[in-house]
């Protein structure tokens, strides 16, 4: 689903909400979730999921089709770590399909 597919779709639940206004609030919310993994806090949404940081250390890498290695610096990386109610809610659906029903 993309973004603008997503907007649409919140939109379409509520005769209420105009696309505009869903989109900002879209916006709001994602530039939050930005800002704080910048500043280094962690956000959790319960029954979702949590953003955190990953710290991954610099390493010697190597070119898979040269053969050439290379230093990697280190960084953070953006982690989403989903919550239990949503794995549950996922498997119960991709596990009843796969059992036919």
């Given at each position: ?29 994602l530039q939050y979730i930005a800002d704080s993994l910048r500043q280094g806090h962690r956000i959790e949404i319960r029954g979702f999921g949590s953003f955190s940081l990953r710290h991954r ?45």
């Open positions: 689903m993309t973004r603008s597919e997503l907007v649409s779709w919140i939109a379409g639940q509520s005769r209420f909400l105009d696309q505009s206004l869903v989109d900002d609030a879209l916006q709001e919310l250390r610099a390493r010697v890498a190597r070119n898979p089709k040269t053969g050439v290695e290379f230093r990697t610096k280190e960084k953070y990386i953006p982690h989403f770590k989903p919550g239990k109610a949503l794995r549950d809610e996922v498997n119960a659906v991709y596990l009843r399909e796969k059992k036919g029903g």
